[in-house]
Structures are given as C-alpha cells and as structure tokens.
C-alpha cells in the first residue's frame, strides 16, 4: 500500500515565519540605503539653506542708530536717514554726544553721529563689537553727513587689539564650545548608552565642560595668543557654555534619540552661527535672527566673552542668565521626561547600540578603551576646528599679495615698484608693467590682486583696477592701501572693478558656502553610508550607489542656493556637473577613510576637508591674508578647488574650472584606488558585531533607567 502526502498549503511548516523574517530583513536593509540618502540631505539641505537664506546679502535692517545735537539738528538728520531708506534704520534721538557715545559702548546701538554747532558730525562705532557692524554705519551714516555739507569725523571708540585685528577670537571660541556641547551625547547614545545614566551624565558632562574650557583658554591665550588675560573670566563663561548647551542636547536624546544631533545642530549652529552677532552684524540679516539673538547659546557665549574681552564686562549679566537658565530648564525637563517613561513603563528596555565601535575593528572589550576612544573623537573635533581655524584667520594681513604697477615705461613702473617695496616690504608681491591691456587681463585671470596705474600726462589720475568677484577682503585691502599711496603722491584715484558682485552675493560667499554643500554632501555619505549600511559600501554597490546619490545632492545644494534663496542666477548646467564631480570625488576619499578608521574617519575627514579647506579656500578670506601653508594647500585640496570653480562659473565665464576638475579628478582615483587596495587586504562592508543584549545586563542594564 502507498501512502501519498499531499502538500500542505502554504508550504512547510514555519515556511511563513521565514519569509516574514526575510521580507523584515528586506525592508530593514531598503531603510538603511535610504538612510544614506536622508540623513545627508537633512543635515546638509539644513546647514546650507539657513547660511544662505541669512548671510547670501546681507544689508542694513532695522540698524539702531543713535543722533544727537540740538533739537532741530537731531530731527533734520533724523528724517533725512529714515527716508534715504526707511527698512535701513532704527534712529533714536539722544540729547547728548555723552548718551550716544555710552549706547555704542554698551552695544544698545550699532553706532551714532554727534552734531556739533561748528558744522562737524562725529560718527562713532565700536570696532570690537563686530568689524563689518562698524563698516556698515559708517557706510551708512557717511554719505548722510557728506550729503549735508557737514565736515566728517570717525571715531572708533573701543578698536579692535593688534593680537585680534579681525575679531574672530570670540567667535571661534564661540563656535568651538557649542560643538563641544552638542556633539557628544549623540555618539554616546549610540555607542556607549549606560553613560546616559544622569548620576553618570551629569558628572561627566561637567568634567567635560572643565576639560574643553581649559583646552580653549590654552589655545586662544598661551598658544595662540589671540585673547590676552581675563583668565578666569574666560574659563568660567567656557564651561558654563559647554555645560549649557550639554544640558540641552543631554535632554533632547531623551526625545529625539539619534536624531537629536540635528536638532542641537539646527539651533546651535543654523541658527546661532548667522543670530551670534559674531562674523556678521545681526542688523544686517533678516529681522528673525535679531530675535533669536537674545537668547540662543551661540550668541550668549560670543556676547558674553566679546563682554568681557573688550567691553569691560558690560552685558555679561543678561548672556550668562541665558546660560544658566538654559542649563537648569534642560536638565530639569531631563528629570521630568524620565520620571513619565518610567512611570509609564519601569522595565522599558536599554537603548539599542546603533554604532558598535567607532573603529574600523570589532567592538572593544573593556570598557575603558571604548571610553577613552568615544572622548577622543568629539575632543579631536573641537581642538582642530578651533586651533586651526583661529589660527588661519585671527590676525589677516596681506603677505606677498601680488599686484601689477602700471606707468608708461617699464622703467617708471620699476621705480615706482622699488619705492613701493621699501615702504611695504613684504606686503604685497609687486611687479612693473607698461601695458594697461596686460595688466587689467592679469587682474581678470586672477593672476594678481589688482593694478595700479600710475598717473600721466595724459591721464592726472591714478587707476586702481580690482576685481570684487575675486575677494571682497583682498579688494578691501588693496583699495584702503592705494587710497593711502595716492594721498601721498597728491593726486586723486578713480577704482576701477571689473568684475562687481551682483546683489545676490554683495559679500561673495556665496561660492563658499555652496562648496561647503558640496563638501559636506561628499563624506557625510562614506560616514552615514559605513554605519547605517555598512554592506553597500562594497565596491561594486558603492559605485553605482555614490554616483546616484552625487547626482541627487549636487541638484539639492543648486536648488537651495538658486531658486530657493536666490544666491544663484542660473548657471545649472556648470554648477550641477562640477558639484557632483566633487561630491563624487569627496566621498572616495571619506570611504578610504572610514575603510582605515571606521567612524572615527570623520576626524581627519573634517580636518583635511573642512578645517584646512575653508582657510585654504580663498573664500571666506583672501589665501593672500592667510599663513603661508594655506596657500601651499590651495592647489591641492578639494574645497579650494570647489570654492574657485564656483567663483569661475557664476562670475568669469567658467575660465578656469579645468584645472580644478583635474584636482578632483586626481583625488577621486587615487582614493577609488586606494579603497580598491585596502578591500584586498581586508573584507569591507562588515558592522563591527554588537554584543547580545543578553550579554550586556551587567554593562548597560538599566542604562536610563533609575
């Protein structure tokens, strides 16, 4: 007798709970290639379109401005200010020079004009508390005083320090504390989550806050020497900062979890950079930022330090509240929002360890190498962006600018040239030219800085020809200087600038932040794509994932810089094929990175990326005003070459955009290569193993719980 089995239906036996485990598998692996795409294009899309949207044109806006003088003067001057531009000011009429002057002083307003009786109107600023607020009123107030037919003084009545010339120490401090507040938590929770205990946090977070206080006291003063004395005024607003703004981001990880870096980005560095009052007068950006000004943490701490360095601590009092009830509303919420979780759930599990280790190998076995190695990540991070960074741009001078004299002779400009040497030795780089024609071309190519004509019998004039499109800080510098020269010489100096910003870009950092998109968009995707989805960073799914994703994010940053905030007229085509390019070429360079580091890529990814690229960038500042290695690296690493084939397509006809795609070709091979080479060595696309939750009770149990 034969017994036949008939099938059963719907398969073996435990057919369908492999499938729903492999179809969740699917599902989960699908998530984490699209993380790859979204964690960038938020962190990204975010950083990029609010310095844009702030920063791309800044212009006078609500600026307060205090007029004193006898009744009738006061108002006269008064309306005529407001109806020049009425979106422009906010005037207030004092009744003595005494009370403008102490509003300056106090920052109560940008500056103030004081009328006198014998025809003089005497326009003070404050240089220390922000060099381009100073600029600003000047421009503003000067052509009303002139216009008037009155005689015109300045005064700045608190200047900038020679070891400060720029003013950026606050700022760079500024910068460097908040991301020493904001950075850690994120990577603690995700690797190391039974340090988010609060008898541990908090602790931890104060000796942190200790720790990075003193490192950027040592810095700025000893090192440095950008900030001199105030000793423990200095160290006391630093730890409170990073304190502060720990606490903050301590408590949005209890809401947000993972997320909540950017969420600490987006209001500490979005938002606080452009309201800090810092780089940029506040009065200048919309009027949303002179609101949060008043109480996010980026302004408080730079407020508080600028109060203390050069303000004899005038408004320290109301920045420092600001702190300390930042500090003490965060971590009570902290207490509150883990007193409802545990009401609601005591035995809720631990947080899941998402990034097992922050290296390229397995997770470490003892709890102190794994400490050790999560403290070093975010203390490398914060001491390179601030020593580097301030150190490339706290005290800008102009070293070897070159700059074309032009005569009719070659024998007269050598002359003047000699004399020109004698008095700015080591200034400005000069060289003798007969031709007007070579010379204004020398100044179109970018070769030298400016021309200047000398005075003839034809022409009683001198001519300073200058290109505003190829730095608005070199452009300043050589038109202050040959004003100066042409005082002199006695004889008047017409500027000539052949290549104007347009009015989208009246600071021409537009091509700077839109190659910092760029920048970023490249590595964030080896770092995102090696934690999130280590298995497609293999070769053959790497490629083709990387240049789908370069496409995407260089479309992004271009629609967020052009029809988005309009800091871009057009230009798609350039814009779009030479940004993906970049961020193609970046990622194979992070990818090699992380191959070799894990997650701690990020470090020498940001330095050598960010950190030494801005500076060597000629962006944000002339390479001419920067130390020496700055130009060295100018022709060698990606953002500089992303910075002037931006500034060549948007403003001279794409000129020189060849070469600076043989930069980033040669970066993205050798990179690819070197990827290639290292994945023989060693099996890529494998997560360091996370040990069993079952195995971790005694490390993490009750990590948050308590």
Not at 80 to 96: G, K, Q, Y
Not at 303 to 329: K, W
């Amino acid at each position: 007798m034969t017994t036949t089995l008939e099938p059963v239906p719907g398969g073996p036996p435990g057919d369908d709970a492999a499938d729903e485990d492999l179809a969740r598998a699917r599902k989960e692996q699908i998530g984490r290639v699209a993380a790859i795409f979204v964690m960038p294009f938020l962190m990204v899309g975010m950083m990029i379109a609010g310095y844009l949207f702030a920063m791309h044109a800044p212009a006078p806006n609500d600026m307060p401005i205090a007029v004193a003088g006898t009744s009738l003067q006061a108002e006269q001057f008064a309306r005529s200010l407001r109806d020049t531009d009425p979106d422009a000011v906010d005037v207030r009429i004092v009744a003595t020079g005494d009370q403008a002057r102490d509003l300056v002083f106090d920052r109560e307003v940008a500056g103030a004009v004081v009328l006198s009786d014998t025809g003089t109107a005497t326009i003070y600023t404050a240089g220390a508390a922000g060099a381009s607020q100073s600029s600003t009123v000047t421009g503003l107030l000067a052509p009303q005083v002139l216009g008037q037919g009155l005689d015109l003084v300045t005064e700045d009545l608190v200047p900038l320090p020679e070891h400060d010339t720029a003013g950026l120490a606050a700022m760079f401090m500024a910068t460097g504390l908040m991301l020493a507040g904001y950075m850690p938590w994120s990577i603690v929770l995700s690797n190391s989550p039974e340090l988010l205990r609060k008898r541990r946090a908090i602790p931890l977070l104060a000796g942190w806050s200790a720790l990075i206080a003193a490192l950027v006291w040592f810095v700025a003063d000893p090192v440095l020497g950008a900030v001199e004395g105030h000793t423990a005024a200095i160290l006391g607003i630093s730890w409170l900062a990073v304190f502060a703004v720990g606490s903050v981001q301590f408590f949005l990880t209890r809401i947000f979890g993972p997320m909540a870096v950017l969420v600490g980005m987006l209001f500490v560095m979005v938002l606080g950079v452009p309201a800090s009052n810092m780089g940029m007068s506040v009065h200048t950006l919309p009027s949303l930022y002179v609101t949060l000004h008043s109480f996010l943490p980026t302004a408080a701490t730079g407020e508080a330090l600028r109060s203390v360095l050069y303000f004899d601590g005038v408004g320290l009092g109301s920045r420092v509240l600001v702190l300390v009830v930042g500090a003490i509303v965060a971590l009570a919420a902290v207490f509150g929002v883990d007193a409802i979780k545990r009401r609601k759930n005591p035995d809720a599990p631990d947080p899941e360890i998402t990034v097992a280790s922050l290296t390229a190998g397995p997770r470490p076995e003892r709890n102190w190498v794994r400490y050790l190695t999560l403290g070093a990540f975010p203390l490398a991070m914060v001491v390179m962006m601030f020593s580097i960074m301030l150190g490339a741009m706290y005290q800008p001078a102009p070293r070897e600018m070159p700059v074309t004299v032009v005569a009719a002779t070659v024998d007269t400009a050598e002359q003047a040239v000699a004399g020109f040497e004698q008095s700015m030795d080591g200034l400005f780089d000069f060289t003798a030219s007969e031709s007007l024609g070579d010379a204004r071309a020398a100044v179109q190519d970018r070769s030298v800085v400016a021309a200047y004509v000398l005075p003839s019998a034809e022409s009683p004039a001198a001519t300073l020809i200058t290109s505003q499109a190829a730095g608005m800080s070199q452009q300043q510098v050589v038109t202050m200087t040959f004003r100066q020269v042409a005082a002199g010489m006695q004889v008047p100096l017409t500027v000539e600038d052949i290549a104007p910003l347009p009015g989208s870009d009246t600071m021409g950092t537009v091509s700077m932040y839109v190659a910092m998109g760029w920048i970023m968009s490249g590595f964030m995707l080896a770092v995102v794509g090696n934690s999130a989805a280590p298995a497609a960073m293999r070769v053959k799914s790497l490629l083709p994932i990387s240049a789908v994703y370069s496409v995407f994010m260089s479309l992004v940053v271009w629609v967020i810089a052009a029809p988005l905030t309009g800091a871009v007229d057009g230009h798609f085509p350039q814009l779009f094929g030479t940004g993906l390019l970049a961020i193609f070429t970046t990622a194979m360079f992070a990818t090699f990175l992380t191959r070799l580091f894990g997650m701690l890529a990020v470090v020498p990814a940001v330095a050598i990326l960010m950190f030494l690229g801005v500076p060597a960038s000629n962006g944000a500042m002339s390479i001419f005003m920067s130390p020496e290695i700055f130009r060295v690296l100018h022709g060698v690493l990606p953002m500089p070459a992303a910075v002037e084939s931006i500034r060549s397509i948007l403003y001279f006809g794409a000129d020189s955009v060849g070469p600076h795609l043989v930069t980033f070709g040669i970066w993205g091979a050798v990179s690819l290569l070197s990827v290639v080479l290292v994945d023989r060595f060693r099996s890529p696309g494998q997560p360091p193993a996370v040990p069993d939750p079952s195995s971790q009770q005694v490390v993490v149990g009750s990590a948050v719980r308590e």
